[in-house]
C-alpha cells in the first residue's frame, strides 16, 4: 500500500518498530533567525493560505517558503525536493509521493542519498499525517542504505503551515515530539530543521 494509507500503528507492525512518545526533545534548539524576506512572505500569505484552508495552498505559500529559506540560510548545501515519487520497496509498501524531501546533496536535479528530512503539509490536523510520515522516513532509511550512507537519524515532520510536530527515527525506534511548535516567529522551526541537517538531536 502506498504511504499514505499507514497509521501509526499500521507503520509500527509492518515494519516492527518501537514508538516514543518524547516531550520537547526539540525544545533546546536554539532559533535560527529568518530573512527579512521570509518574515515579509509570510506576513502576506499566512493569513490567504489559512484562509483558503486546502493542503495545496498551505503547501506552497508556507511550507515551501519555510524550506526554501533553510536551504538558503545552510548556503544550499541541501536540496529541496516537492511532489516527487519516492518509491523504495513497493513490495512492503514504500512507494508513492512525498510532499517535501532534503536531501544533505546539494545537487538539485534528481535525488540523491541521504535523504534526512521528509515534511507531509496536512489540511487541519497534525496527527493524520505521522503514519504516512513515519513510512517514509522508513523508506528514507533503506534509500539511504542502499546509496551507501548510514546516517544515523532520519527527521520528519507534519505540518499545517501553522503548527508543525516532529519525528525522528533512529534504528527501529521511532520518536514522536508530543510539544507542537507553531510557525510564527519562525525562527524556531528554521533552528530545528537545521538541526535535523546537522544530526545534532
Same mark, same amino acid.
Given at each position: 500500500m502506498p504511504y499514505s494509507h499507514f497509521t501509526l500503528d499500521t507503520v509500527r507492525d509492518a515494519f516492527q518498530l518501537e514508538r516514543v512518545n518524547a516531550r520537547g526533545i526539540?525544545?533546546? @534548539?536554539?532559533?535560527m533567525k529568518p530573512s527579512e524576506l521570509l518574515t515579509a512572505v509570510?506576513?502576506?500569505s499566512v493569513p490567504l493560505a489559512t484562509a483558503i484552508g486546502t493542503e495545496k495552498a498551505k503547501s506552497e505559500m508556507i511550507v515551501a517558503q519555510v524550506l526554501i529559506e533553510l536551504g538558503e540560510l545552510l548556503e544550499n548545501? @541541501?536540496?529541496l525536493f516537492s511532489g516527487i515519487d519516492f518509491n523504495v520497496d513497493k513490495d512492503v509498501g514504500l512507494t508513492g509521493v512525498a510532499d517535501f524531501l532534503i536531501s544533505l546533496s546539494p545537487w538539485q536535479f534528481s535525488l540523491e542519498a541521504p535523504v534526512i528530512i521528509l515534511v507531509e503539509a496536512k489540511d487541519d490536523d497534525l496527527e493524520i499525517g505521522l503514519g504516512q510520515c513515519v513510512a517514509e522516513m522508513v523508506a528514507a532509511q533503506r534509500f539511504n542504505a542502499t546509496k551507501g550512507n548510514n546516517i544515523p537519524r532520519v527527521y520528519g515532520a507534519t505540518t499545517t503551515g501553522v503548527m508543525w510536530r516532529f519525528l525522528k527515527l533512529e534504528g527501529r525506534t521511532f520518536h514522536v515530539d508530543m510539544v507542537p511548535y507553531p510557525l510564527v516567529p519562525?525562527?524556531?522551526i528554521l533552528g530545528i530543521l537545521a538541526s535535523m541537517v546537522a544530526q545534532k538531536v
Amino acid at each position: 500500500m502506498p504511504y499514505s494509507h499507514f497509521t501509526l500503528d499500521t507503520v509500527r507492525d509492518a515494519f516492527q518498530l518501537e514508538r516514543v512518545n518524547a516531550r520537547g526533545i526539540f525544545a533546546d @534548539v536554539e532559533p535560527m533567525k529568518p530573512s527579512e524576506l521570509l518574515t515579509a512572505v509570510l506576513e502576506r500569505s499566512v493569513p490567504l493560505a489559512t484562509a483558503i484552508g486546502t493542503e495545496k495552498a498551505k503547501s506552497e505559500m508556507i511550507v515551501a517558503q519555510v524550506l526554501i529559506e533553510l536551504g538558503e540560510l545552510l548556503e544550499n548545501r @541541501v536540496s529541496l525536493f516537492s511532489g516527487i515519487d519516492f518509491n523504495v520497496d513497493k513490495d512492503v509498501g514504500l512507494t508513492g509521493v512525498a510532499d517535501f524531501l532534503i536531501s544533505l546533496s546539494p545537487w538539485q536535479f534528481s535525488l540523491e542519498a541521504p535523504v534526512i528530512i521528509l515534511v507531509e503539509a496536512k489540511d487541519d490536523d497534525l496527527e493524520i499525517g505521522l503514519g504516512q510520515c513515519v513510512a517514509e522516513m522508513v523508506a528514507a532509511q533503506r534509500f539511504n542504505a542502499t546509496k551507501g550512507n548510514n546516517i544515523p537519524r532520519v527527521y520528519g515532520a507534519t505540518t499545517t503551515g501553522v503548527m508543525w510536530r516532529f519525528l525522528k527515527l533512529e534504528g527501529r525506534t521511532f520518536h514522536v515530539d508530543m510539544v507542537p511548535y507553531p510557525l510564527v516567529p519562525c525562527d524556531k522551526i528554521l533552528g530545528i530543521l537545521a538541526s535535523m541537517v546537522a544530526q545534532k538531536v
